[in-house]
T-cell receptor, first 114, second 112 residues
């Protein structure tokens, strides 16, 4: 238990569906992140929120839409995804940014787009 | 543009022996390096880190070595235990930059 909880753990969705991934951290951290891990590829940073403001968006397609309503919660809204979006989506949190403290990761959501 | 590379996708060692996992990076601005460990069905967990002002950091059975001139770091686990079997990710970042770059991971198997 890392203090970062992601739901659901597994998700299968059609290309026309709309779904949301949820992340919650109980560590009092002020930064939260979404990462994507595709098979045999490095983790790719998607979004960074610091103090509930988005500070980084790494050229992620608009079919992925993040939301950070407060410092403890982070969502990733999904719509009209493609099969190549199937991957493990990991949420992480840290205090003061990645270089000022280690990040704590959730268990991930295994997403399959059919 | 893969700035952090782990060229060995897998490594198998005998229990009690040393495990050496390697990582290379290309961005000379990186000054903070971490190793994460990931078990199946779990998220990565922080293992050990090193800043560029050091060339070695030790924590119990785990030691990370940094060779800045070669842009290379390595993780040594000694003695290796079956419970160390996992995927190990190397990560690097530049000061005050939230974009931490990860390698593709090395799957370590420690045989009893």
């Amino acid at each position: 238990e890392t203090g970062v909880t992601q739901t659901p753990r597994h998700l299968v969705m059609g290309m026309t569906n709309k779904k949301s991934l949820k992340c919650e951290q109980h560590l009092g951290h002020n930064a939260m992140y979404w990462y994507k891990q595709s098979a045999k590829k490095p983790l790719e940073l998607m979004f960074v929120y610091s103090l509930e403001e988005r500070v980084e968006n790494n050229s992620v397609p608009s079919r992925f839409s993040p939301e950070c309503p407060n410092s403890s919660h982070l969502f990733l809204h999904l719509h009209t995804l493609q099969p190549e979006d199937s991957a493990l989506y990991l949420c992480a949190s840290s205090q003061g940014g990645m270089t000022q403290g280690k990040a704590f990761f959730g268990q991930g959501t295994r997403l399959t787009v059919v | 543009d893969q700035q952090v590379k782990q060229n060995s996708p897998s490594l198998s060692v005998q229990e009690g022996r040393i495990s050496i996992l390697n990582c290379d990076y290309t961005n000379s601005m990186f000054d903070y390096f971490l190793w994460y460990k990931k078990y199946p069905a779990e998220g990565p967990t922080f293992l050990i880190s090193i800043s560029s002002i050091k060339d070695k950091n030790e924590d119990g059975r785990f030691t990370v070595f940094l060779n800045k001139s070669a842009k290379h770091l390595s993780l040594h686990i000694v003695p290796s235990q079956p419970g160390d079997s996992a995927v190990y990710f190397c990560a690097a970042s530049a000061f005050n930059n939230n974009d931490m770059r990860f390698g593709a991971g090395t799957r370590l198997t420690v045989k009893p």
